[in-house]
């Protein structure tokens, strides 16, 4: 009788062991397997701020080629204001002679007729 009952208590733990063991193994699966996923999961995150990286360094360089377009526009534009008025002055003060001319001749003949 306590041979059997010795035989069923060693069943017993080994059964507890073996579970035991099953328990362990189950739960380092589950360890292995969420630390293989929180590697995969890393990588793609590094993938993804790789390609963060490279979009901001590209638009950081369109703001700067447009910042240099905008600001050869500006220059451009204030060349042609300033070629503008030199040209309008100029214009305005060949007019200005020519129709001082004109009231000069106008007048000389005005005399000569009046003589």
């Not at 733990?13 to 292995?32: H, P, R």
């Not at 905008?70 to 129709?99: I, M, V, W």
């Not at 003949?109 to 009046?114: F, I």
């Amino acid at each position: 009788n306590e041979l059997f009952l010795a035989q069923v208590n060693n069943k017993t733990v080994n059964l507890n062991m073996s579970f035991m063991q099953n328990k362990y193994q189950t739960q380092e699966d589950m360890v292995q397997k969420l630390a293989m996923d929180n590697k995969k999961k890393n990588e793609l995150l590094d993938a993804q701020k790789s390609e963060f990286n490279r979009i901001q360094q590209q638009l950081n360089m369109l703001k700067m080629s447009q910042d240099s377009e905008l600001q050869r526009a500006h220059s451009q534009q204030t060349e042609l204001q300033q070629q503008l008025s030199f040209f309008k002055g100029k214009y305005e003060n060949d007019l200005k002679q020519e129709l001082e001319k004109q009231a000069r001749e106008n007048e000389q003949r005005l005399q000569q007729e009046l003589e």
